[in-house]
């Protein structure tokens, strides 16, 4: 369940910080957002491919959501964080360099977050090795996603940095499904 | 005088056809299955068009909420930038006995879905798609809608082919 929320938050936040159209056609070129999702037990598979600038214009309509009152809410329990402690959180993370700044081990899974040169990779294991989550995120996204002040969020310019992404944000496998979602030049 | 009688019995007839040909024509074709009616019916898109001029302006409004009118622009930039970008599968499921594919085509958004016998096919210009989004009040333009469809000439934008033998093609000549 952890694991699904996690995978779920991550989704959001790279989907949130997709590429708007005009700059995605600018420095970045025509990128597309590809999206995954496999039920091998069910024999479903879903596939979608959509250029950054109607991803950009379909998110118009999310950081109302996903933002409010200057803080993140996080799942539907009412948790939050408020963009003034993620920036200070973030400056000290920025400072450390490359390490594992945080390892979480529980009875059923095992949390890792680490920055390795211009990424910050956050991966989730259970021990059975049936369930994982991978997601990576460019540290340049979070320092424009950072970069204004007071209780918001430069989401505008998250977009600008995430453009030149490719690759892989978010990968999630279990035991009955799999997501991708990464960002290349293809359709 | 008998030759300008001809030549106007003649000349209505080829400048209405002109016009019509010239203005597009909808035809819908209904097949019913296991040898049921088969109806052909045309319809000049220009008369479509007048048609829709005609619609009591109440029925043009739909009753949007907040919440939905505050998405309209952002379907409309979504049509917008889908209309720009390359052709492409943008969607696609797979499940046992279905299956739906959405895919942009030139200024066509085609959407197919099959599912156990029955098969739909849909080809939407985005210029309709974009058409037909409600305005600001939640006002629709009928009419707009319709002459939208000139984008679509010589498109087969609706095929339902039924479990049961129905057919229906609805094509923009």
């Known amino acids: 369940m952890r694991v699904g929320m996690i995978a779920l938050a991550a989704g959001t936040a790279s989907l949130v910080m997709a590429p708007s159209p005009g700059t995605a056609q600018g420095a970045g070129g025509g990128a597309w957002l590809h999206v995954r999702v496999e039920e091998p037990g069910r024999q479903s598979k879903v596939s979608v491919n959509l250029p950054m600038g109607a991803v950009e214009a379909a998110l118009k309509a999310a950081p109302d959501t996903v933002v409010s009152a200057g803080r993140i809410h996080l799942g539907s329990e009412g948790k939050s964080v408020s963009i003034s402690d993620l920036r200070r959180m973030w400056a000290e993370v920025r400072a450390t360099g490359d390490t594992e700044f945080a390892t979480v081990e529980e009875d059923d899974e095992t949390v890792r977050i680490a920055r390795a040169g211009d990424v910050v990779s956050i991966h989730v294991d259970k021990p059975s090795h049936r369930e994982a989550v991978r997601v990576e995120v460019p540290v340049d996204v979070v320092d424009a996603l950072l970069s204004a002040s007071g209780d918001q969020l430069d989401v505008r310019a998250a977009f600008t940095r995430l453009q030149k992404r490719r690759g892989d944000i978010v990968r999630v496998n279990d035991e009955h499904s799999s997501v991708r979602i990464w960002i290349d030049e293809g359709r | ?173």
Do not use: N
Not at chain 2, 71 to 97: C, H, I, N, Q, S
Not at chain 2, 118 to 140: F, K
Not at chain 2, 147 to 172: I, Y
């Open chain 2, 1 to 173: 005088m008998l030759k300008l009688l001809l030549a106007g019995a003649v000349a209505v007839p080829v400048a209405t056809v002109g016009a019509v040909a010239a203005t597009g024509v909808v035809v819908v074709d209904v097949r019913e299955g296991r040898g049921g009616q088969h109806l052909v019916i045309p319809i000049p898109l220009a008369a479509a068009q007048v048609a829709a001029a005609f619609v009591p302006e109440r029925d043009t409004r739909l009753h949007l909420g907040a919440q939905a009118e505050r998405y309209l622009p952002v379907a409309r930039e979504v049509l917008t930038a889908l209309a720009a970008a390359e052709d492409a599968e943008l969607v696609k499921v797979e499940e046992p006995g279905q299956e739906v594919s959405i895919r942009k085509e030139g200024s066509l958004l085609h959407v197919r879905v099959h599912e156990r016998g029955q098969q739909v096919d849909v080809q939407v210009p985005i210029a309709v798609a974009l058409s037909a989004l409600p305005e600001a009040g939640g006002r629709i333009s009928v009419s707009q809608a319709v002459w939208a469809l000139q984008h679509a000439r010589l498109t087969q934008v609706v095929e339902v082919q039924g479990a049961d033998g129905e057919h229906v093609k609805v094509t923009v000549y």
